[in-house]
């Protein structure tokens, strides 16, 4: 299992930026698909954005064009730059490595205020 800590969340006003890291261990980073989730209280979590260990990107149609997620292998470590914060967008953020099993991070709170 992979394990995954997250940072960079925090409170934003509507319009502003983030930038979420997620830190994983392990020597096989490099070939392991990434992925950001969200949650809201009493909703499903809901993909947001993956990245292949190639590096093909997927992204939510409601965060296409706002939202980037990268990576970099040399820090064993995903990134989502979060831009153009909507309020709808607070929620408690998740790294995901879908080696196997999903192995998950411990969330991190991104609040945007209006």
């Known amino acids: 299992q992979v394990q995954l800590v997250e940072s960079g969340g925090g409170l934003v006003q509507a319009g502003g930026s983030l930038r979420l890291s997620c830190a994983a261990s392990?020597?096989?980073?490099?070939?392991?698909?990434m992925g950001w989730y969200r949650q809201t209280p009493g909703k499903q979590r809901e993909l947001v954005a993956t990245i292949s260990s190639v590096g093909s990107t997927y992204y939510a149609d409601s965060v296409k064009g706002r939202f980037t997620i990268s990576r970099d292998n040399a820090k064993n470590t995903v990134f989502l730059q979060m831009n153009r914060l909507k309020p709808e967008d607070t929620a408690v953020y998740y790294c995901?490595?879908?080696?196997?099993?999903?192995?998950w991070g411990q969330g991190t709170q991104v609040t945007v205020s209006s």
């Open positions: 995901a490595a879908f080696r196997g099993a999903t192995s």
């Open positions: 392990g020597s096989m980073f490099s070939t392991i698909a």
